[in-house]
């Protein structure tokens, strides 16, 4: 049945992506070949009967989305963090796409909160509310623990939405293959990449123990940072289908009225989550890739409290160390030192020439910071940014796009609670005292102790390679391939090196 089940859900797609009129807007953003063009006109324009009509108040792509249910709504989602592939314009449309949707009944989910967990509800729950936020995957209710009276949120999967979104799934593959097919030219679009980030956003977001683990990881990541707080996990209360974690008490971030009226100081606030952000990106490489106001509160003492762990964002050490030094490039304006930065780190081919791409940067950044420090964006810089290295040949990397698309966010909650926040005066002090901790000499000696210590675990065969090189040199092609003797001898002094900085270090500690 998945071939005939495809052929209809596509054919259903673009009818109402004919019928809302989101047809074409949708191909211009993909800069859609003439034979792709072709091929989806045929498919919707004569069954626009089929398509499923949306709320006429949206646009055009954004209400074709919500009109064909969850799995098309999470897939706008993640295209909004992609406008490499979607064009900046669909993207900034998508990310208003609204994650709401009828919730399932009370019962229901009691039902599914017993099958999981393995008990009687009234042993683990005293009170179990009726549903207070219901999402495209699953939907949250506020309960209290039997055993000690404290308030929780229960966050429960829809019934069958595993078999509903892996149907959906299945017929996106199966249009990324007609792509190919029938329009090799649309092939630099990437249908196949794009279907695959999709499927493991979603195959993460299926699975809560997933989430419980990133909210977790996320609390010891930041339990030191002053005026910031997670829910904690509750792990015996949480499993594949069921997340539950404490109730987050608060004033909601976007609700300026009454973050007035409890006396909480606005720009502070918006300073502090731009601040946070930014210590959570460099400093961990570990950051809340969701961070609108919907899914921060204000509590009573002023700490910001986060939560919904469904998307969160990783950045390597390397990478991060190379935008750091790019972002502090940019603000000291010393764009030859950016460019630089990129060759170093090959980023850009070493064929381009690095005076050409510094004068494209000041291009990028004069205009910028021409600009009032209110109006200044850090993640409109990073987009300019990625536009003009895609020009010199560095590849896009979705790992940044998601760290831009973050930012951009994050400056407009920063920027809703204080208009005149200045976002460079803000970020100055973290990126550089990250630099400070990082690039100095400080991180050298911290990054030999750690390549000492990778090498130190060698150190129970080294007596047993050493023999069996000794043996390779004086009897050539015995036990030994061709070059593995030749390469043998460089990791062999770096063994000896790392042990070197092992024992020098006990002797100093």
Sequence with gaps: MRGPHNIIRLIR???????????????????????????????GKPFQWLGFKGDPSLPPATRALMAMGPAYIKFGQVLSTRPDVVGQDLADQLRVLQDQLPPFPRATAMREVERELGRPLPEMFSEFSEPIAAASIAQVHRARLADSGEDVAVKVLRPGIERAFRKDVDAFYFAARIVDLFAPGARRLRPMEVIEHFDGVVRGELDLRLESAAASEFADNTKGDAGFRLPPVRWSLSARRVMTLGWADGVPLGDNAALDAAGHNRRDLGERVLRLFLLHALRDGYFHADMHQGNLKVAADGEIIAYDFGIMGHIDEYTRRVYAEILFGFIRRDYKRVAEVHFEAGYVPATQDVDEFARALRAVGEPIFGMDATHISMGRLLSYLFEVTERFGMETRTELILLQRTMVVVEGVARSLDPHINIWEVARPVVEDYIKQSIGPRAVLADLGKTALVVARFGPRLPDLVERALVAQSQPGLDEKPGRSAAFWPALGGALIGGGVVLLANLFM
Excluded: H
């Excluded at 797609?13 to 009129?21: D, F, Q, Y």
């Excluded at 074409?24 to 006109?41: H, K, Q, S, T």
């Design 13 to 43: 797609t673009g009818a109402t992506l004919e019928r809302n009129g989101a047809m074409g807007a949708v191909l211009d953003a993909f800069d859609a070949p003439r034979p792709l063009r072709i091929l989806a006109r045929a498919l």
